[in-house]
Structure formats: C-alpha cells, structure tokens
C-alpha cells in the first residue's frame, strides 16, 4: 500500500483544511517511505487515509517552539508553567500555530499536551476551527502532578476539555474514567481503534529464535523494576533509555539503552529483529488507566511472537485479549506470576508456538492498520460536519 501524503511538514503555515499534529520524529520514517523503503506507516495514525477520501490535509509535528521570535519566548515562558504544574499546557504557542493556519477548518491532535493546549486557547473564542483531541493518557496525568499542583492541574485540564469539540482516546477504560472525572459530555467522546502496519511487522523467515524474552519501550508506566526481581534466573533483555533497578546479582538481566531516536539507535528493522529472536516479548505494565504498552504489544503479536502483558484497568481491547490463547495475561505488581508466565513460554515450547501463531491470527484480524485509518478517517469527516454545521 502506497503512502498517500502530501507532506510531512515542521514549517509554520499550510491552506489545508484539515490540519493533523502528532508528536515529533516521524521524520525519518516519512523519509525513508517517501524513497520507497520499507518502514512502519502506524506511526501515522491514518493520515494517509485522508487524501484518497478527496480530503484536503496536511501532518505537522507539535514538538519544539514555534519559529519565529513570539514563539522562543511563548515556548520558555510555558515551559517555566509547566514545570510548576506538572502539566505541559501551552496554550500560547498552540495560538500562533492556529494563527498561521488561516484555511483550516479541522485541527486533530494526537498528543495529550497539544490537545490541552489547544483547547485552553481555544476556549470562549469564536470563529477558530473545529478542535479534535486525542489523548493517550488523560486519566492518569493527574497522577503524575505534584501533589500541591493537583487541584490547579485539574482546573487547567476541565478549562482545556472546555474548548475541545471532540475528545478521542485509544481505550475504552480511559474514556469513561476521564468522563467520570471530567464531567465529560458522552457524546463528545468517542474510542478510534489503533492499528499497525501488519505488512511490516511480520515473522522472519530468516531469524531463529533464541533463548531470552525481551521488553521495549520508554513509557515512565513500564514496569521494569518489577520485571528484574522475577524469580526464575530467566535470560532477559530491557531495551530501553530509563532507568531500571536491577539487583546486584541479577547477571540474566541485559539492559540495552538504544531507542529510535537516541545516540544509540535501534532502527524499525533491528527491532523487528529483536522480536523475531525473542523466545517471548514481556510487556510489563504499572496498573494504570492510560492503555499503555500498545503499540509494542501488537508490533510483537503481528510477528508471530508470543506476548506476557500485565492486565492493567486500561487494557485497551479486553475482549481480544485472551489468556492462555492469544497471549499470556499477568496481574500487574505480581513478580511471581510473571516469573511463571516466563518459564512457561520457555519451557513449552508447542505452547509457545501455538501462542505465537494465535497473536499474529489475533494482530491480522483485529488491528491491521486499516482500523486505524478507517478511524482518522472518521474523526475528519465529523470534525467537517461539525464545521458545516456551526456555520
């Protein structure tokens, strides 16, 4: 499948009409697409599904300050405000991205901190376009404020939903625990499936599977000093910039620091690899709303490879998730049970392949990237409707 795109773009003005941001550093993906090699395309959302539907858009990245003089200083002064509250709001720099946006009458957001942002600038005023905010976190970011900082964060983030039209989440759980919360309008909310590029995540003929299981991913949810207190002496593989304590005799445990971006990079390709080697691929995972350890856990399944995921509040598609079947399902904060979950992947070895070809069964049928694309698709022409219909 071709990747449809107009562009991938960092600069500060476009006349689309549907404007989609996301985080930064897909750059080098779209690159690498755009010469024809192969890469992930779900680091997309489903932008490209945009374009063919006859839609006119464009991708920008949120991160960095805004160019220009107004935007350095927005960008220091709202980086002092969030590291007082704890939150990344910065409503300043998301109006001098709206500002230089003048044709757009959609703006998605993927981020948590962007779709703040936006809404709080966006709030009580007029004549903007239609804001539709994504977030992958909304119920546990209260959590991670400073005790102090909490009723003014929780202030911040009621004003910001204010000005959302429509607020989208990547798991059921989330979604109602943030409208419980946030006295949140139901029908202002919705869930959009989260596929991934199954073509490219895929098992390797060419890989033998070797004797580890390995566990990837920077998000601050990941449960790693649990993982290296397991008992069992198991061969294990971190693969991740944070650190993990691991104990003083515990020579199993390999902590490798590469991430896509870091100086120590590990490319797409070398972690397809690293799941394709992998007796088993760990997600292990602090019990937390936030549908965390997705984009991994599925990655590792579409490869065929049997996964141990700790079975949080937010798990993001529960009735999918079979234990025993398609996946091996552990309490979260229960080293035991996941030391078990290991040495049985390890020890069967019918078992662990039958796992392995139910996952990949399960990441085909149920979150190939077309799910994904049909739900961007979705959101953009609603974001439209409620544009024709305000006016």
Not at 220 to 226: A, E, G, K, Q, S
Not at 302 to 317: D, E, H, Q, T, Y
Request: charged residues 25%; contains cysteine.
């Amino acid at each position: 499948m071709q990747l449809a795109m107009r562009r991938l773009s960092s600069a500060e003005t476009s006349n689309s009409e549907i404007i989609a941001f996301t985080k930064g550093g897909r750059d080098i993906r779209f690159s690498r697409l755009q010469q024809g090699d192969e890469a992930p395309r779900e680091f997309f959302y489903g932008f490209p599904a945009l374009e063919p539907a006859g839609l006119s858009a464009s991708l920008f990245s949120s991160a960095g300050a805004v160019p220009g003089f107004a935007g350095r200083v927005a960008d220091f002064a709202e980086g002092l405000m969030a590291r007082l509250t704890g939150i990344g709001i910065r409503p300043l720099s998301a109006r001098l991205r709206m500002a230089s946006l003048p044709q757009a009458k959609v703006i998605l957001s993927y981020t948590d901190g962007f779709s703040l942002s936006l809404g709080y600038a966006s709030a009580g005023r007029k004549n903007r376009p239609i804001i539709l905010g994504g977030f992958h976190a909304l119920s546990d970011i209260e959590e991670r404020v400073p005790a102090p900082m909490q009723r003014l964060s929780r202030a911040l983030i009621r004003r910001s939903l204010a000005g959302i039209d429509h607020i989208f989440f990547f798991g059921p759980a989330d979604r109602q625990f943030a409208i419980d919360r946030y006295d949140i309008e139901p029908n202002r909310t919705s869930v959009i499936p989260f596929g991934i590029d199954t073509d490219f995540w895929r098992p390797l003929t060419d890989t033998r599977t070797e004797d580890f299981v390995v566990a990837v991913g920077q998000d601050p949810n990941r449960d790693y000093d649990l993982l290296a207190i397991a008992p069992g002496q198991h061969p294990i593989k971190i693969v991740t910039r944070r650190k993990v304590k691991v104990p003083a005799n515990a020579s199993h445990i390999q902590i490798l620091a590469g991430d896509y971006f870091g100086a120590e990079s590990m490319s797409d390709d070398e972690l397809r690899r690293t799941y394709n080697r992998a007796k088993a691929v760990v997600v292990p995972l602090k019990d937390v709303w936030q549908p965390s350890g997705y984009s991994v856990t599925l990655q590792a399944m579409s490869c065929g490879r049997p996964v141990i995921l700790s079975k949080i509040r937010g798990l993001w598609a529960p009735e999918l998730f079979k234990d025993g079947e398609n996946c091996l399902l552990v309490q979260p904060g229960n080293a035991a049970a996941l030391g078990g979950a290991i040495d049985r992947v390890r020890s069967d070895t019918d078992f662990c392949a039958q796992l392995g070809r139910a996952a990949r069964e399960t990441a085909v049928k149920h979150f190939n990237l077309d799910r994904g694309h049909k739900g961007t698709l979705e959101l953009a022409k609603l974001g439209l409707s409620l544009w024709r219909d305000r006016k």
